[in-house]
């Protein structure tokens, strides 16, 4: 992978993180704000489906993107964190906020494990033991009949929640924190020690191994975060929805979105997935109205590999040309 | 005899043809990913829109549905061809397989799955040809020809692939590709020329495996995920490039599949697909055969 490909090639501009951090939490408050004034419990719904692709996007971005390492099973790792949070509850009745940490734990140590045996060899045998991870998932669970088997799980969430004005809104609230935060710490990861040493790799891992980066922790660094922040992404899943089933978490759109939207937005930056999954996610939205899922998956599909055969460095390329 | 000794035997004899059938969707796998250096995921949903391509001709000419996929494996060359075309053009003239190249697989994995289910919907198709319920029995062993008849077929296809290889000029270039392209240049051989022929009799591979893959068992557009971890499982234990080698890895993981599904049910076959697949990636990368490097 050539520098000038993913990597900016110029010198990164000095961090600022105070900046970033205002920015995205005065963005957040305004579209807090912005879906209160109008009302329709819809645009939570909406929202909150665009911003797990934020989250997934970005969870994907980096490993795929800074480290150059392509993580195909998108959805067993979300759908992972989904059936934790699931089993947390019939197991012990916490909720939400312990499920989602027991997701990103989940689906923290199943990137570690997958990473663990595969990553000492080529980049190829790990892409091809994420993209069997989800189908044997899936078995699991559809055999598992504590977590609902293939009939799937029912989770009964409470009307009201003070001081959100539905269960919606505060669904829609918890991702965007979730989102934010994510974003946030990709972006610091992205200007980083850890960042410089996940390019290195992405550049040339022969030459960054002799100069002393130490290639397999940090890999496999890379790959416990982004299947944490993958688990991070799905857990909250079935209170969104309040049912689960194995065919919609196991759903083929999170395996290709995750890869689609970084790639089209720009893979290897910060803003590229957030560019991507806000982009598709909301066409994608749009057309679940008009046109039949499959329809819109192909779609999706097509996107991906128009760009990446024409646009190699996604929308992102597209400024950093013109300037 | 006894029965436990019996189901076992029955269970080792019936993974061997299901390992022929494993032969014919990995041999175009191992000829891509192992010789030419193309990790082509898509590879078994191509087998499977191999498979629905002779559910339709087939039941539509009401011909027996290994016939079609031989008939049909031409048309198939030259989708190869032209999906080599593009790879090459895109990702492997730039240097750029790695992560654009998967991601392109994927994709197109991605279309011919989500197309199929668009064009036939999800449901199972299937196409019974007329010995597909006759069993031969050998003492307590079964032999059904459902299982015998793909398995031969495939087995025959492959053992003429190897001969092909090992005889011909371009089957020894094919060989040679992988290694030194450099080399073939000097020898006054296109490499490109040489990898989009092998591309192609590889997807020609893929589609008649679904021919295969019809007689067996009922297809459906997602059959081809579970075949991703069992084929990429079986060339690597067979050493890559090694065609005698996948099959013996392929026979071998269809004993080791069927017996465990005879003995602890069938869902749990994906299960041993991918514990094998990682297994092989942890301790044995160079192949059951190889040596370490």
């Known amino acids: ?323 | 005899m006894d029965p436990q000794l019996s189901l076992l035997l029955n269970g080792i004899v019936s993974g061997l043809l299901l390992g022929g059938l494993y032969a014919a969707a990995a041999a175009g796998l191992a000829v891509s990913f192992g010789m030419l250096d193309i990790v082509n995921i898509a590879h078994p949903a191509l087998m499977v829109m191999g498979a629905f391509t002779v559910v339709v001709i087939g039941t539509a000419l009401g011909l027996d549905p290994l016939l079609v996929a031989l008939l049909q494996a031409p048309l198939f060359y030259v989708i190869g061809i032209g999906i080599y075309g593009i790879y090459h053009h895109f990702f492997e003239r730039r240097g750029e397989e790695a992560l654009q190249g998967l991601a392109f697989f994927f994709g197109v994995m991605f279309i011919v799955e989500v197309g199929l289910v668009m064009a036939f919907g999800p449901e199972q198709r299937f196409l019974d040809p007329d010995y597909a319920f006759i069993t031969w029995r050998l003492g307590e062993i079964d032999l059904p020809l459902r299982m015998l008849v793909p398995a031969v077929l495939a087995l025959t296809v492959v053992g003429l692939l190897i001969l092909w290889l090992r005889r011909s000029f371009t089957g020894l270039a094919i060989a040679a590709v992988a290694q030194d392209a450099e080399a073939l240049r000097l020898m006054a051989v296109d490499p490109v020329r040489i990898k989009r022929l092998a591309f192609g009799i590889s997807i020609a591979l893929a589609a008649m495996a679904g021919g295969a893959l019809v007689v067996v068992q009922p297809v459906e557009p997602a059959s081809g995920q579970i075949f991703i971890g069992r084929v990429f499982a079986i060339v690597i234990m067979g050493g890559m490039a090694s065609l005698p080698g996948m099959v013996t890895a392929a026979l071998l993981f269809g004993v080791v599949e069927n017996v465990t599904a005879t003995f602890y049910g069938p869902s749990w076959s994906p299960a041993v697909a991918f514990g094998w697949l990682l297994l092989v990636l942890a301790f044995r990368p160079q192949g059951l055969f190889g040596r370490a490097a």
């Open chain 1, 1 to 323: 992978m050539s520098a000038t490909l993913l990597g900016t090639g110029t010198i990164p501009a000095p961090p600022r993180h105070a900046v970033f951090w205002l920015g995205a939490i005065g963005l957040g408050v305004a579209l807090v704000v912005a879906l209160r004034m109008i009302g329709n419990d819809y645009g939570y719904f909406a929202g909150y489906f665009v911003l797990q692709y934020v989250v997934l996007a970005s969870a994907w971005n980096i490993l795929g993107g800074y480290a150059g390492y392509v993580n195909f099973g998108a959805a067993g790792f979300m759908a992972a964190g989904a059936y934790a949070a699931i089993a947390l509850r019939k197991a012990t009745g916490l909720d939400l906020m312990p499920g989602i940490l027991a997701g990103a734990v989940v689906a923290g140590l199943l990137g570690l494990g997958t990473g663990y045996l595969t990553l000492r060899l080529r980049g190829v045998f790990f892409s091809i033991a994420t993209l069997c991870l989800a189908v044997v998932l899936q078995t699991l669970v559809v055999n598992w009949d504590y977590v609902g088997g293939s009939r799937g799980a029912y989770i009964v969430n409470p009307m009201e929640i003070p001081p959100f004005v539905s269960w919606g809104e505060y669904m829609f609230v918890v991702m965007l924190v979730l989102a934010i935060g994510t974003v946030g710490v990709a972006r610091a990861l992205e200007h980083s020690r850890i960042g410089a040493g996940l390019a290195a790799i992405r550049d040339n891992e022969r030459a960054a191994e002799a100069v002393g980066v130490p290639t397999l922790r940090l890999k496999l660094s890379a790959t416990t975060l982004c299947g944490a922040l993958m688990g991070l992404a799905g857990a909250p899943l079935p209170y969104y929805s309040g049912y689960l089933n194995p065919d919609a978490a196991f759903s083929l759109s999170y395996a290709v979105n995750a890869i689609a939207m970084p790639l089209i937005g720009g893979a290897g930056t910060w803003a590229g997935p957030v560019i991507g999954a806000v982009l598709l996610g909301t066409l994608q939205q749009a057309a679940t109205v008009t046109i039949s899922s499959a329809l819109n998956l192909w779609i999706v599909g097509w996107m991906l590999v128009v760009f990446v055969a024409l646009f190699p460095r996604g929308i992102m390329g597209w400024f950093r040309r013109r300037r």
